[in-house]
């Protein structure tokens, strides 16, 4: 049996995905053989974390300021916007300087069966930007999936009923070589161009 302290912490990692009973146990020693200031800055960054992480005021990416540094970088195209489900979709896009453009996070999907609805999601704020933004390509990179697709078509609408009256704003989806129901944010940066380069109108 392990000292409570140690049973505290084996606790706590098994509730991270992807982590069991044993990996759990196995990591809570490896801590113990850290280095006691690496430890304390770790410690110390945990405690920040949810203090400094809020979501851009633009874009909603993470961001330890109000505006984030893609979104107030000058040498970045502010009109083409490629909208995405979560974070990690953005790191993905991000590796190997394969777009130029800015983005805009929805953090999530629409999903009836999980009771997530297009208000739970960041879809009014994406209106609101395209009515003050001088925005002309949307690249919707939500997922190849029954929800992403729903949600694509979801934004296309409203964007039709809504913009396309007094803007004109391309609307396009990404060109999916990308395995059917894969997560952007597991794709290769290489697969990902193609499917940037190759995207297409959505109708
Ligand atoms: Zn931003």
């Known amino acids: 049996m392990f ?3 140690l049973r505290k912490i084996s606790l706590f990692l098994q509730r991270l995905p992807g982590i069991g009973e044993k990996t759990a ?14 430890l ?16 851009c005021h633009r874009c909603f990416n993470l961001s330890e300021e109000e505006i984030c540094p893609i979104c107030s970088d000058n040498k ?7 909208v995405l489900e979560n974070p990690l979709d953005l790191l993905a896009f991000e590796q190997g300087n394969i777009y130029q453009g800015v983005y805009h ?30 925005i002309k390509e949307l690249i919707i990179a939500t997922s190849p999936d029954m929800e992403g697709e729903a949600t694509a078509y979801f934004i296309k609408n409203r964007v039709e009923k809504e913009i396309l009256n007094k803007k004109t704003i391309k609307i396009t989806r990404l060109a999916y070589g990308l ?7 597991y794709a290769d940066y290489m697969t990902l161009k193609k499917a940037l380069e190759g995207r297409r109108n959505l109708i």
């Open 3 to 5: 000292p409570p302290i």
């Open 25 to 38: 146990n196995r990591l809570s020693l490896f801590l113990l053989k850290i280095p006691n200031n690496d």
């Open 40 to 55: 304390k800055n770790f410690g110390q960054n945990l405690i920040e974390l949810k203090q400094k992480i809020k979501f």
């Open 76 to 82: 970045r195209d502010h009109e083409t916007v490629v």
């Open 105 to 134: 996070v929805l953090h999530g999907k629409i999903d009836p069966l999980n009771r997530i609805s297009a208000d739970d999601l960041k879809i009014n704020e994406l209106i609101n930007r395209l009515k003050k933004e001088n």
């Open 179 to 185: 395995p059917i129901g894969a997560n952007l944010e």
